[in-house]
């Protein structure tokens, strides 16, 4: 959320449910207006799209913004809403949708400043970065390091953030192993990226669904070895920056 209370959402998986659950209830039938940021269309990313509450509203508008264009876009989330799969096409929700296309030179909404960089991830994906009165974090999920070094390109994006928030989906070893090309990369390479960017934050996120809670502490532990200011994410996980 801006200063301003603008609400930014980046990508649609599941815990998007609970959060328009709580936008709606909060905001007592007035009027909504949301951002949604679409690194890519993969499933998992968009899957609670159905389960959003105030895309039932017709008081709320939407703006979806990715890095395609916006008949793309909208191409792409009516095939996640269409029989037999689901009961309500996605053209038929109530909520005024605009579709917008992220250009090379970004966009501001709601005083908040979003550019983006392509990442390595099968059919593309892209990390956000979100500006505010010099105060930055990057979002960077479904991404694959390159085989030597960081990667540059998200490495100049993420320059000097408050937080950069990193695909953790393998460990070291079990990329080395057998999840090269997979799309996704590890917490020793959020750690290495962290430090070449000089970020204040790290948090390692799409953490593999298969660990424990045990496997997290323990990944963690690891990660704060090597960059000190890591934690991995948790459900309902908030980040306050001044």
Not at 133 to 153: C, I, L, R, S
């Amino acid at each position: 959320m801006s200063r301003d209370g603008d609400v930014l959402i980046i990508d649609a998986g599941l815990g998007i449910h609970a959060l328009g659950n709580e936008l709606v209830a909060n905001k007592k039938n007035a009027p909504l207006r949301l951002s949604l940021l679409l690194t890519h269309f993969h499933f998992d990313h968009i899957m609670g799209l159905p389960f959003f509450a105030p895309l039932y509203a017709p008081q709320t508008e939407i703006a979806f913004y990715s890095a395609a264009e916006p008949e793309e876009t909208q191409r792409n989330l009516g095939l996640l809403m269409k029989a037999p799969f689901f009961p309500v096409f996605f053209e038929q929700t109530p909520a005024k949708k605009l579709f917008k296309k992220i250009g090379a030179e970004g966009v501001v909404i709601g005083g908040i400043h979003v550019s983006f960089c392509p990442l390595r991830h099968p059919q593309g994906s892209v990390a956000f970065r979100l500006e505010e009165n010099d105060k930055a974090v990057v979002f960077a999920t479904d991404t694959e390091p390159p085989a030597k070094g960081v990667d540059e390109v998200l490495t100049a994006l993420a320059k000097g953030a408050a937080c950069l928030i990193y695909d953790a989906m393998f460990t070291p070893e079990e990329y080395a192993s057998r999840k090269r090309d997979w799309g996704h990369s590890t917490w020793l390479e959020g750690t290495k990226t962290a430090e070449a960017a000089g970020v204040e934050r790290l948090i390692l996120s799409h953490l593999n669904p298969d660990y424990s809670d045990r496997d997290i502490r323990r990944i963690e532990r690891l990660a704060r070895k090597m960059f000190p200011p890591t934690d991995c994410a948790q459900e309902g996980m908030r980040l306050r920056f001044k």
